[in-house]
């Protein structure tokens, strides 16, 4: 299938008989989500041989851990996983996390023949961030700008 002629701008990388989420393109994927225990959490694929470390996954990592608001995990979620999450109403948002776009929400994922719809922000229709991803794309940069003072930034 070409996911381009398709209307899809990314591919979902899958993995094992389990179809566990690596990557979406060549960015790190990460969910927002209730999981099954009912603790809101961020979740993305842990670094386990598959899943390169970057400078963008890790940033987002260490800020939503500085906030304290939620669980932040590294741990290995199936598309099955997924799927149930967003049949039950437990998917926030999705996105991608990479160097070049720093954090691009996803809005529908092909999976099995079923175009699923992911929340991107049920506040606003017209979104192109999620609440999550908005925040943490708006505090990435604000840092890389100097605009809020970091120890990650050295401005000269």
Not at 36 to 65: C, F, N, W
Request: glycine share 8%; aromatic share 10%.
């Amino acid at each position: 299938m070409d996911v381009i002629k398709a209307g899809y701008d990314q591919i979902l990388w899958l993995l094992g008989d389990d179809h566990y989420v690596t990557e979406v393109g060549t960015m790190n994927f990460f969910l927002f989500w209730t999981n099954a225990d009912g603790e809101k959490e961020l979740v993305t694929a842990p670094l386990d041989g598959i899943i390169l470390p970057g400078v963008t996954r890790d940033s987002l990592l260490a800020l939503a851990r500085g906030w304290g608001e939620f669980k932040v995990s590294e741990r290995k979620v199936t598309m099955p996983e997924l799927v149930e999450a967003l049949a039950e109403g437990r998917l926030h948002e999705a996105f991608g996390a990479g160097t070049a776009c720093v954090v691009c929400s996803i809005s529908t994922v092909l999976y099995k023949g079923v175009d699923y719809l992911v929340p991107v922000d049920p506040a606003d229709a017209d979104a192109v961030y999620g609440p999550l991803a908005r925040r943490l794309h708006r505090e990435l940069l604000d840092i890389q700008y100097g605009k809020t003072p970091s120890p990650w930034s050295v401005q000269v």
